[in-house]
Nanobody
Framework: QVQLVESGGGSVQAGGSLRLSCLAS????????MGWFRRAPGKEREGVAA????????YYADSVKGRFTISQDNAKNTLYLQMNNLKPEDTAMYYC??????????????????????WGQGTQVTVSS
């Protein structure tokens, strides 16, 4: 089992920045793929970014490319999402997720389907105009 705990959410004005963190614990030795997802009120959950750990291969939704950066700190077992130039449409609950797939292709496929086995409880991001 892998436990994930997100933090760093909050309320900012448009154009501002936030950095989300996701601390992983438990059996993390076979965690090769991690991602950030979000769900806005009345909308479906969508993928924001993912990273194939080790190789550092990253994937981003078109809506956040150039503004968000996903990164990892292996020593701290922590995944980050740096969010710059935030927009009101970025308002959502943000979730961290992890999966055991070895191979960047598998990581991307599961990210597209949002079918990770391990999820955090979420952290709220609210962007005002």
């Amino acid at each position: 089992q892998v436990q994930l705990v997100e933090s760093g959410g909050g309320s900012v004005q448009a154009g501002g920045s936030l950095r989300l963190s996701c601390l992983a614990s438990g059996y993390t030795y076979n965690t090769y793929c991690m991602g950030w997802f979000r769900r806005a009120p009345g909308k479906e959950r969508e993928g924001v970014a993912a990273i194939y750990l080790g190789a550092g291969i990253t994937y981003y939704a078109d809506s956040v490319k150039g503004r968000f950066t996903i990164s990892q700190d292996n020593a701290k077992n922590t995944l980050y999402l740096q969010m710059n130039n935030l927009k009101p449409e970025d308002t959502a609950m943000y979730y961290c997720a992890a999966g055991p797939w070895s191979g960047s292709g598998f990581c991307y496929a599961h990210y597209q389907r949002a079918d990770f086995p391990y999820w955090g409880q979420g952290t709220q991001v609210t962007v005002s105009s």
